[in-house]
């Protein structure tokens, strides 16, 4: 069976791997390009845009994609809508992984907001930030003048950043104790965060949680419409195997 994975998250490389391990499937892994030392899934592995939902049926089909597993990340809506709409066209089962979104715990101070515009409406009260949205997204706050920013992201920013702010080029995972170091360190006095969930980066939170640093956390974007939803690799590899009578 030919599989699309739609990657870019650390449950389409789990689910590469092991559905790499499977007799009878045929996996193609795919990444968007938008890092520049990407962390490869195993196996056959394309990367790039596909020319939005028609690019991306045109594809399904020209490539024999019998299932498409969108495993993107939960705040890529675009790539997300158009593999509904592309294998709903194609007539390709698709299967939505999902990983599940953090949620506060006791002793979490936590501000939720909609989206980025008020993510930054809520930093812009406070002195020092530590912003751990990504590299995309930044832009929202170049306009903040006063606050002092540390921002991480894994590749530097391309668009505009707010004027006082320092750089950190990382990648997680990260664990407790380098979290809790390089906010005691930098005098950081709020988070601000996307609701990605996951294990790589979830010590943020608990690190924030022990110091009582509040946590901005914008909520994920509507999810794109899926038939079947499953929040694990496991669960989807159960899916590829199932016994398939009718889509
Ligand atoms: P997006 O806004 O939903 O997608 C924008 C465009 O990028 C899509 O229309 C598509 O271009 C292309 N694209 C996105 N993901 C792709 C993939 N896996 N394979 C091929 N083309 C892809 O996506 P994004 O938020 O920029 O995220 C880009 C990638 O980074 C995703 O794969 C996602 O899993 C990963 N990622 C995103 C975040 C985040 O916070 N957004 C965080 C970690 C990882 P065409 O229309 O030309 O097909």
């Known amino acids: 069976m030919r599989v699309l994975i739609l990657g870019g998250t650390g449950e389409a490389r789990e689910l590469a791997r092991i559905v790499s391990g499977e007799r009878g499937f ?4 795919s990444l968007a390009g938008r890092v520049r030392d990407p962390l490869l899934p195993e196996g056959e592995v394309r ?3 596909f020319g939005g939902a028609d ?6 089909t020209d490539h024999g994609i019998e299932r498409v597993v969108d495993a993107t990340h939960p705040f890529a809506a675009t790539i997300s809508a158009n593999a509904a709409r592309a294998a709903a066209d194609a007539g390709v089962p698709l299967l939505r992984l999902l990983r599940p979104a953090w949620t506060p715990g006791p002793g979490d101070r936590w501000i939720p907001v909609p989206d980025l515009t008020e993510a930054a409406r809520a930093a812009a009260g406070h002195e020092r930030v530590f912003l751990t949205i990504g590299r995309q997204g930044v832009s929202a706050f170049a306009d903040l003048a006063a606050p002092w920013f540390l921002i991480r992201a894994i590749d530097p920013p391309t668009a505009a950043l707010p004027p006082r702010h320092e ?3 990382a990648r997680g995972p990260f664990t407790l104790d380098e979290e809790i170091a390089l906010m005691t360190q930098h005098g950081v006095e709020v988070v601000v965060s996307k609701n990605s969930g996951g294990d790589r980066t979830e010590a943020k939170l608990a690190a924030a949680r022990e110091l ?3 946590v901005v956390m914008i909520d994920r974007p509507a999810p794109a419409p899926a038939n079947v939803v499953v929040d694990s690799p496991e669960a989807a590899l159960a899916w590829l195997t199932e016994p398939w009578g009718k889509p």
């Not at 045929?26 to 892994?29: P, Q, W």
């Not at 690019?55 to 399904?60: A, F, S």
């Open 167 to 169: 750089l950190l080029l």
């Open 47 to 49: 990367i790039g845009g």
């Open 212 to 214: 009582g640093i509040p």
């Open 55 to 60: 690019g991306l049926r045109k594809w399904l």
């Open 26 to 29: 045929d996996i193609v892994s």
